[in-house]
């Protein structure tokens, strides 16, 4: 057992993270030349054989590191006479014996021979119910077929050993496949003296959880006692003895490679030559050597760069990844976490600029089922979210995943990203030998349990003491004790019955990963809940229970106010108009002890408080306004906001019910009204010009409707001297007619001379006009 002990390497250093991952450090002396070994399961070696590093840190060197490796069941099966494969029916195992010799016996028949065939067959019951059923055939040393259906009733032996053992083998290898086993490796060492060996490597691990307990004094004046708790689990095949734990808050990205099963490449058949080629051949001279004009070699692409899986973009905004399938997919959500339905999600390739636009469901999810691969840009828009665009390379033929967070505020604002990882991901699993320079952070503050760290995107627990957690055992580790600021409270939003909550404050100096929490007051339980990340000095609102001593209820009032500005810019009139929304909130308080009720009033895009509501904080999605009510008593709050409406139009559209309609609204300035009436009376002149055009077009139409009639009645005329005499007289009619027209399009274009004069006047006149 000494020797046994001597050539462990055992667990010094466990660093667990929120994506289900693990890094773990083994260290030990050696002397001389000496092998030393760490056991895994099958589960863990893929991560531990794309991420070991081994490293002798005296004179010495890492010889090898060697496994016992196991051929996938399939390949392993190829190794039997039979063709079975992973999975096996009756009928399959039939199938594969045939030609075998088997005693067959029924309730009826036995029979022994050779196995011919084995078919399906279709039957029908009385009913018309068809099933099916197996028939197998067997031809006996007399040369009779006989056939069997395959069933409870009937047994089928081996009568051949070498083919029972060959089953039996078979058996064997399908059990062995699905043992739990464990593998170990073994790590030579070779040099001189006394030295330290040093192992790190990656593994799947149960993702640690976070929990805490508040306890709510009952001493006046004393703080509330936070106490942080972190739920740890060993699933690995090494005990951790002693280990130096640190568990970070977040998630570096890693992914799942089955490199450890041996890899068969397929081969291509060629099939043989059926003639040789006999006739001899002639190939033409060169003329010019090409090679001189091929272009150089592409340089390598760095590490972390360009579109492989291992590009990617994380962030605040946007999170770009590998998904399943082909195209493009992911969620749209709010910063609370909550998903954003009905979102436009338009895509465009910027190298040939074809887009296609794609919107969420109700539950944030969209989806491209096509994608042209390259660069690329994504734009997503939602009322009362800021504009986010992200520009990254899509992959074709693979699947992309792009998961975006959406900023409150206005769609005119833009939130732009290019897609690449930052620094501290890149660098999230190259973690230095041994962990002395793991890395160089700010010392935020020293608990009696843990030490925390900030990690720039991370953040790390580093428990202070050594920690025992043996193999496939948990445990509730110790990560936070402080006093913190809190305050009783009943929250209300719209939508949702009153809930007893605490205004915390977190003064412990740490980082507070997220997690559940439960509240002890006066020495029993309270409630329970949940908390998301909340940093050093950061305020946050706590449900735990239902308030069901206080009761709000709402009344609305709405109304437009006269217009509050007139500006006009180079022909453009811009009318702005205010409208008001006040919300009265009747808080009633049932109980014996006052509240201090937290009202959370939405805050919508485009609307404004007055300056008499003041708020006690904003979040992204509420303000919070704070009411006591004392016990038995109601109390109001009223939130009013204001949002201004601007319409604009085209300042030669002015008409004089407008103006009289806005001059009765407002106390308008002398200037904007002298404005209003240089415009009216520069339309009215314009106006006047178009009235006599019209006129003179509709005597116009009249001559020419009287000309055509006469022109009728000259046609019908026979040529008697009456019919002459009345021709002559239709002759001279028509030719006043005639001068009339002449001079009537003649005062028309006059007419619109002047008319257009005028019109260039009015246009010259509002381009100068710039007044509020």
Known sequence: MAAEDSSRLPVKRVVL???????????????????????????????????????????????????????????????????????????????????????????????????????????????????KVTIFSVMTDSGEMRNFELGPAVSVR???????????????????????DLRRMTISATGSGEREIFVSYISEVPVWKSTYRIILPQKQGEKPLLQGWAIVDNTIGEDWKNV?????????????????????????????????????????????????NLPAPPPPTPPGVGSGVGGGMHGSVFAFKAAKGSGLEGTVTDPSGAVVGGASVVLRNTRTGASQTAWTDSNGYYQFATIQGGPAEITVTS??????????????????????????????????????????EQAALALPVN????????????????????????????????????????????????????????????????????????????????????IIDSGTFAGEGLIETVHPDERRLLSYAADTAVRVTTDNESKDLPVSRIQILKGVMFISREHRNKLKYTVHNADTAARQVVIEHPVREGWKLVEANKPEETSATHYRFRVVVDPNKTNELNVEEFHTDTTSSALTDLTDDQVQVLIAENNITPEL?????????????????????????????????????????????????????????????????????????KEIADLQQKKTEEQQKLEDMVQHITLT
């Open 17 to 131: 993270y929120k994506n289900g991952v693990g890094y773990f450090e083994h260290s030990a002396n050696v002397r001389g030349n000496q092998e030393l070994a760490i056991d895994f399961t099958t589960a863990q070696l893929n991560d531990v054989l794309k991420s070991l590093t081994s490293v002798d840190l005296g004179d010495g060197h890492i010889s090898g590191v060697r496994y016992n490796s196991i051929a996938p069941l399939d390949e392993r099966l190829k190794a039997l006479r039979l063709p079975f494969g992973e999975d096996v029916t009756r009928a399959d195992f039939l199938s594969a014996l045939r030609g075998a010799r088997v005693d067959v016996h029924s309730s009826t028949l036995a029979s022994t021979g050779r196995l011919l065939s084995v078919e399906d067959e279709q039957r029908t019951t009385e009913k018309g119910t068809t099933y």
């Open 158 to 180: 081996l009568a051949e050993r070498d083919l029972t053992d060959e089953v039996g083998r078979y058996l064997n290898l399908v059990g062995s496949s699905r043992a739990r």
């Open 244 to 292: 130096q734990l640190s568990l970070i808050a977040g998630s570096p990205q890693s992914f799942i490679q089955d490199i450890s099963q041996p890899l068969y490449a397929r081969r291509p058949v060629i099939p043989l030559p059926q003639s040789a080629m006999l006739t001899p051949q002639t190939h033409e001279a060169t003329m010019k050597d090409e090679t001189e």
């Open 383 to 424: 009322p009362g979210f800021q504009t986010t665009k992200v520009r990254t390379n899509l992959r074709p033929r693979q699947g992309n995943r792009a998961d975006a967070t959406l900023s409150v505020g206005s769609t005119a604002e833009t939130v732009e990203v290019e897609a690449q990882q930052t620094a501290q």
């Open 435 to 518: 962990g002395r320079n793991y890395a160089q952070f700010s010392e935020l503050q020293n608990t009696q349990v843990a030490q925390a760290q900030d990690l720039g995107d991370y953040f790390e627990y580093n428990i202070k003491q050594s920690i025992t957690i043996g193999k496939n055992q948990s445990a509730l580790v110790p990560i936070l004790q402080s006093r913190i600021e809190a305050e009783k409270v009943t929250l209300w939003s719209a939508g949702l019955r009153p809930l007893r909550a605490l205004w915390i404050k977190n003064a412990s100096g740490q980082i507070l990963d997220s997690g559940t929490f439960n």
């Open 673 to 745: 009204q002298a404005a209003f009436h240089r415009v009216l009376d520069q339309k009215n002149k314009i106006s006047d010009l178009q009235a006599q055009i019209n006129l003179r077009e509709k005597e116009l139409n009249e001559i020419n409707r009287d000309q055509a009639r006469i022109r009728e009645n000259m046609k019908a005329l026979k040529g008697s001297t009456e019919e002459k005499a009345l021709l002559q007289r239709y002759t001279r009619q028509l030719d006043s007619q005639e001068d009339r027209l002449s001079s009537l399009h």
